[in-house]
């Protein structure tokens, strides 16, 4: 089937964009080193692993000396196949069903993900009344001999699940097949392509297998034939010298791994090597299969328990299939092992100065709420709609918080006391010599209260010489402008995503924050929950490890997923709007330009929740500093707010009043730990349902009256019952604003916090 010119004209448009990448990619498969068209490293250092079996340093070392023997290996996997290569094709052969009307007219090919569930093109099968009236035909292709086998024809029964999305860089269909119309073969004899969102599977330069029935013929296979160009975020480029695949056939690797599904595909005349020579190749392009699976995990959210079990069933055969591999935290600390020896030159520790003051950059205002991409899971918002969260279902590879990131100090995780452990919400896939109370994600760690349901700590590292921007409109990765906050969004309708690694009864549920009534200063509700003043009054899904901290390295694979990590419903609590967005200050323009060339210039922006976000990440942006920082909440079971909205699975939850941070880095060749307190009880009287309280709402809201405080490290770990060890102790700041029995001072601008311990002094001997 013809892709519609929706598909086609933004396919073009995406090749067009990345020709310089499909050129190198052809230069270097022309020039015999086709492992020289990727450019992750990670990427080769796993893929190599996982093909040859060799040692994760072995294969750094081979990715860091291409001249000395990198292409003798990759030619294992690139040139030759072993001879187990046929009988793999054969079984992915028989998973691929051509998909025809009723009548026998034929539309495209699809595949089974699982033992119920198809996949193919949403513009193959864009409805459920479109497949209602289409049957998958298998094995319709000659046997050995040339003669055509007997098919056997199922119907497609939409009702029990079907999802699709119609992006263009999607552009799938998932849906569950029925009865057996003709033919003999069972369902459980054709076997299944498992959709793995696994990064060991290709890299560009890579040759990879279609198996498909083009223009409805017989099934074929193009062996060999395509290679790997150009990659997207959703998509694949591989070019060939045949026509065109088919729609919604597999694309699959040389070990027939699913690494795509095929949508498009023509002759591309603006194709030209380095040096202008038109290349005669067709390009093909594919939807990734991690985007689809990133996809379906974000949707599975949105459907009946039915169709759920379904989608589940199939996202973990996705997992269970995924071959032995280097996770993506060894690949990187191996190919950063591997950096570090003698044969690389440019190494660079990202230690720097820290630079106060700073500039302060808060949004606010009537910033336009999130909209989140799928109908089917979306929530009310106005502007434009978020890019795609894409969620990575192996939680096997999550490197986590690592205590030794910060050069010359090592500091692990907070410990918890006795009681506190009986509190916590235990890992229930935790190894044998793992912290059993660790919740792993993408450069950061949780540590869950499970009787409060939120996070006694959220821990991440923070690398202000590699961080990223991540656009939440476009998806697109980038190099960060220093001190341009670009999350303005309205946290309470962004999808978060449930923690299965933990009971349920251990967190909160994600639609917990949904359908809030709030109050204007007159005591009116307020009915629009788009505007700004629903939206500073409610309560907030806020991050605790802030969504832009983690995103740093050179792997935008791993910068998406991080991305996504941060909307764990573990690494958020309920903060009044306004204390979880921050304050708008005028006239920033001019000095985040200061603040980019280092000036010490200072807004005099508010030391709110938001403020001590930005304190953080702009300074080590801006000196490309090392910075691991702790936050959570103070929970005080006397006083926080009880907040269980009515709901019997929520009995007893309250909402805490302040939160905290410990900052960590290294200064003058120490460990400096600065501890922050913000407490938003001035902002409680105007939560949600606060009439039917009896509480009166007749003033604007207090902002001025928040409370912030520097406080001791000592006090800190007093106030949460937290142990940050004797290193932290000793690196505590609070000494160098001057003495305070209490153990906290209250500031009220952030240039009033002490950032750097007090200098040592010698004891006088008598």
């Avoid at 923070?462 to 990223?468: L, N, P, Q």
Wanted: charged share 25%.
């Amino acid at each position: 089937m013809k892709a519609p010119p929706r598909i086609a004209d933004a396919a073009r448009k995406r090749i067009t964009d990345a020709i310089a990448q499909i050129r190198h990619s052809v230069s270097a498969i022309e020039s015999g080193r086709p492992g020289d068209a990727e450019y992750e490293n990670s990427r080769k250092v796993q893929v190599l692993q996982a093909r040859t079996g060799v040692s994760l340093d072995e294969a750094a070392r081979v990715v860091a000396r291409p001249d000395e023997g990198a292409e003798r290996i990759w030619g294992k996997t690139v040139d030759f196949v072993d001879v187990a290569f046929f009988e793999r094709g054969r079984r992915a052969a028989r998973e691929v069903a051509r998909i025809v009307t009723k009548d026998g007219a034929p539309l495209g090919t699809g595949f089974l993900i699982s033992p119920r569930l198809m996949m193919t093109n949403n513009h193959v099968i864009g409805s459920e009344a479109e497949a209602a009236a289409l049957v998958a035909e298998f094995e319709y292709e000659r046997d050995v001999g040339g003669r055509m086998l007997a098919p056997t024809t199922y119907e497609f029964e939409p009702t029990t699940c079907f999802v699709t999305n119609s992006q263009d860089d999607l552009d799938y269909t998932v849906v569950a097949l029925g009865r057996r119309i003709s033919g003999a073969t069972e369902l459980a004899a054709l076997g299944y392509l498992p959709v793995s969102a696994a990064r060991n599977k290709h890299q560009l330069g890579d040759f990879v297998n279609i198996i498909q029935h083009p223009d409805g013929r017989p099934k074929e296979a193009v062996i060999r034939e395509n290679q790997l160009v150009a990659r997207s975020g959703t998509t694949l480029d591989y070019i060939a010298d045949t026509e065109p695949g088919s729609s919604g056939s597999p694309v699959l690797n040389v070990q027939f791994a699913l690494v795509a599904l095929h949508h498009w595909g023509t002759p591309h005349r603006e194709l030209t090597d380095e040096n202008g020579k038109t290349i005669p190749k067709t390009v093909n392009e594919g939807i990734r299969a991690s985007s689809i699976s990133s996809d379906l995990t974000t949707l599975r959210t949105s459907l009946q328990s039915g169709p759920r079990s379904l989608i589940d069933e199939a996202l973990q055969l996705g997992l269970s299939s995924d071959a032995p591999a280097a996770s993506a935290k060894t690949a990187g600390e191996a190919s950063a092992r591997m950096q570090s020896t003698p044969m690389v030159a440019h190494v660079q520790d990202g230690v720097a100065t820290w630079n106060i003051p700073l500039s302060v950059s808060i949004r606010l205002g009537d910033a336009p709420l999130a909209q989140m991409v799928s109908a089917a899971a979306s929530a009310p918002g106005t502007g434009a709609p978020e890019a795609r969260v894409e969620l990575d279902p192996d939680y096997s590879d999550r490197d986590g918080y690592d205590p030794e990131f910060l050069p010359g100090a090592e500091v692990p995780l907070p410990k918890l006391s006795r009681d506190l452990a009986k509190l916590a919400a235990k890992n229930l896939r935790a190894g044998r010599n793992e912290d059993p109370y660790e919740l792993k994600y993408h450069h950061y760690s949780v540590i869950m209260n499970g009787a409060r349901k939120l996070a006694f700590v959220s821990a991440v590292n923070i690398d202000g010489a590699t961080s990223k921007d991540y656009d939440r409109s476009t998806g697109k990765i980038t190099d960060p402008m220093v001190g341009i906050d670009g999350d303005g969004a309205s946290e309470a309708s962004e999808l978060w995503f449930p923690e299965h690694r933990i009971r349920d009864d251990e967190q909160t549920p994600r639609d917990f924050y949904e359908g809030q009534t709030t109050f204007d200063a007159q005591g009116n509700q307020i009915l629009d929950k788009r505007t700004s003043g629903h939206r500073n009054r409610m309560f907030q899904k806020g991050h605790l490890t802030r969504r832009q901290d983690p995103l740093w390295g050179d792997d935008e694979s791993i910068i998406k997923f991080a991305n996504a990590d941060t909307f764990h419903v573990t690494n958020c609590s309920p903060q009044v709007g306004f204390f979880n967005m921050g304050i708008f200050k005028q006239g920033t323009n001019a000095e985040m330009r200061a603040a980019s060339e280092k000036q010490a210039v200072h807004p005099g922006g508010n030391l709110y929740w938001r403020a001590l976000e930005e304190f953080v990440l702009t300074n080590a942006r801006a000196e490309r500093e090392r910075v691991s920082v702790f936050t959570g909440a103070v929970f005080d079971d006397e006083n926080d707010i009880p907040w269980d909205r009515g709901r019997q699975e929520m009995r007893g939850f309250k909402a805490p009043r302040q939160f905290w941070k410990l900052l960590l880095r290294v200064e003058n060749n120490e460990l400096q730990a600065t501890a922050l307190v913000a407490d938003q009880s001035p902002l409680i009287d105007y939560v949600p349902e606060a009439l039917l309280r009896g509480e009166a709402v007749s003033k604007p809201l207090p902002y001025d009256k928040i409370k912030k405080y520097h406080f001791s490290v000592a006090e800190l770990q007093k106030v949460t019952g937290l142990a940050f060890g004797a290193t932290v102790m000793k690196a505590d700041t609070f000494g160098a604003g001057g003495r305070s029995a209490s153990g906290r001072r209250e500031v009220r601008r952030i240039e009033d916090v002490a950032i750097l311990r007090p200098p040592h002094t010698k004891k006088r001997r008598k």
